[in-house]
């Protein structure tokens, strides 16, 4: 599909990118960039590229498609280091997990011969690094475009194309709409999890060391969460506090609604949300999005 892409960062979407532009014949040339010498260096070791370097500016030198792979906090220091290399119609995206403030950091120092189309593949795990990326990271999984009123329609579909090649389904999104929906469906489960893990830390020593023991899998699952890249989190709640502390909000409400039922051992009340809870489980189970096996699929006998 293209003559050259610039991924720029290669931790695990980055370097999953590149395995399975390498699998689809998507790219002639890959072209590799990230400002840590020791990570440059492990991902020529792997072969994830045919160009490296230190320079994202020498690295986008006419690429077709640029990916920025990166934290949402680097957007626009990266579009400033860029700008005056790209190539006229160069397809610029990324992979963060908020959009409106990618668009704003980035946008203004763009050319206006390129074409901004910001995405995020909804995929991933709790590892990090060059080594940590697998061509079938994508598939059957959704990444969502946001492209503005301004883009250029050709570009949003070409890039549309290049992820549905990839594996995944793509859905076209308003950027603050993304942003809302991932506060509730990733953002805030993922500070739900860093608080209740920290929580259990801040424990006394021996209970702790019983908490960490008797992890039951409900604990055992938050600290997966938990475990992800620590710099790209900060940077997501930092940049879609807006969104973040909206749901937030309706979060707490609703705990100290909780809380009251467990007071007054109001059963009903607690019975009721477990459905209601329930069923959304069925749903996700239903459309694809995780399987019904008990566990996760886990094979080693827990409830």
Request: glycine residues 8%; charged residues 25%; aromatic residues 6%.
């Amino acid at each position: 599909m293209f003559e050259k892409v610039t991924l720029i960062g290669i931790g695990l979407i980055g370097s999953s990118l590149a395995h399975v532009m390498k699998r689809e014949g998507l790219a002639k040339l890959i072209a590799v960039s990230t400002r840590s010498v020791e990570t440059l260096k492990r991902a020529e070791e792997i072969g994830l590229g045919n160009i490296y370097e230190l320079d994202a500016g020498k690295a986008v030198k006419d690429a077709d498609l640029v990916i920025v792979c990166t934290p949402v906090g680097a957007c626009e220091s990266i579009a400033k280091t860029i700008s005056p290399h790209l190539k006229e119609g160069a397809i610029i995206t990324d992979v963060g997990s908020v959009k409106a403030s990618v668009i704003a950091q980035m946008k203004p120092s763009l050319p206006g011969n390129v074409h901004l189309v910001p995405g995020h593949p909804i995929a991933g795990t709790e590892y990090s690094g060059p080594d940590a990326g697998f061509a079938s990271l994508f598939e059957k999984r959704w990444c969502i475009l946001t492209p503005d009123e301004m883009t250029d329609k050709g570009a949003t579909e070409k890039l549309k194309l290049f992820w549905e090649k990839c594996g995944s389904e793509v859905e076209i999104m308003d950027a603050h709409h993304h942003d809302l929906v991932l506060a509730i469906t990733s953002h805030l489960p993922h500070l739900i999890a860093y608080n209740i893990v920290g929580t259990a830390d801040d424990l006394e020593t021996d209970t702790r060391s019983e908490v960490i023991k008797f992890s039951a899998s409900g604990f055992r699952d938050f600290t997966r969460i938990a475990a992800s890249d620590p710099t790209m989190w900060r940077d997501v709640f930092i940049h879609n506090k807006e969104a973040v502390l909206e749901t937030l909000g309706r979060f707490s409400e609703d705990l100290s609604s909780l809380q009251k039922a467990i007071r007054r051992g109001d059963g009903e009340h607690l019975f009721e949300l477990f459905s209601r809870t329930r069923d959304i489980r069925k749903s996700i189970i239903e459309i694809g999005q995780d399987v019904e096996a008990p566990n996760f699929g886990r094979d080693d006998g827990e409830e």
